[in-house]
């Protein structure tokens, strides 16, 4: 369902999976791109840019650490991990641990877990909390509630710049 959203808003969508059973056109139509690539391959396979934004699902503990360490100091403009915040937290304990200067810059980047607090159960929901994040941080926004807001809504035209965004997501989902 977040390929699937993502496409629908226009996002520029690359699936990356490092199973060959798993990585294919059939498992996500919507994806503009589907990759077969091991999280060390990575780097060279797919550009890592500031019009970049990273999503990181991998369900593998180590996946995830070798992805994170990749992505969070790259110029990638968002960076989001599922799971659970402790998971996260010692993601990035261990990769400080490794040598990686995990700043408090890199930190902010990281949202994990990744996603707007909406009461999201479902597949569904989880990517529509999911795309709501990605689009409030791309606007500089918190993602608040709106009657709540004092200033106006629509501050600046940014959405030409939204829907150009790309995605990358890594969708692979260990057994």
């Known amino acids: 369902p977040l390929v699937q959203l993502a496409c629908e808003l226009g996002w520029y969508v690359t ?3 490092g199973r060959p059973a798993a990585a294919s056109r059939t498992r996500f139509p919507w994806a503009n791109e589907v990759l077969l690539c091991r999280p060390e391959q990575a780097r060279s396979q797919i550009p890592l840019t500031s019009e970049t934004v990273a999503v990181v699902m991998t369900h593998n503990y180590r996946n995830d650490l070798q992805l994170l360490e990749l992505l969070l ?40 877990p990744i996603g707007l607090d909406i009461g999201a159960e479902t597949s569904e929901e989880i990517a529509l909390a999911i795309v709501a994040e990605i689009t409030a941080a791309l606007a ?3 993602g608040g509630v709106l009657r709540e807001r004092r200033t106006p809504i629509h501050e ?20």
């Not at 998971?87 to 930190?107: D, F, N, W």
């Not at 940014?158 to 057994?175: G, I, L």
């Open 73 to 112: 100091p790259s110029p990638v403009r968002y960076v989001g991990l599922l799971g659970p915040k402790k998971r996260s937290e010692r993601l990035l304990r261990e990769l400080g641990e490794a040598g990686v200067s995990v700043t408090a810059a890199l930190r902010r980047r990281l949202h994990a």
């Open 156 to 175: 600046h035209a940014c959405t030409s710049e939204m829907s150009a965004t790309p995605v990358f997501a890594v969708a692979e989902c260990a057994a």
């Open 140 to 142: 500089g926004r918190a």
């Open 15 to 17: 699936v990356v999976d």
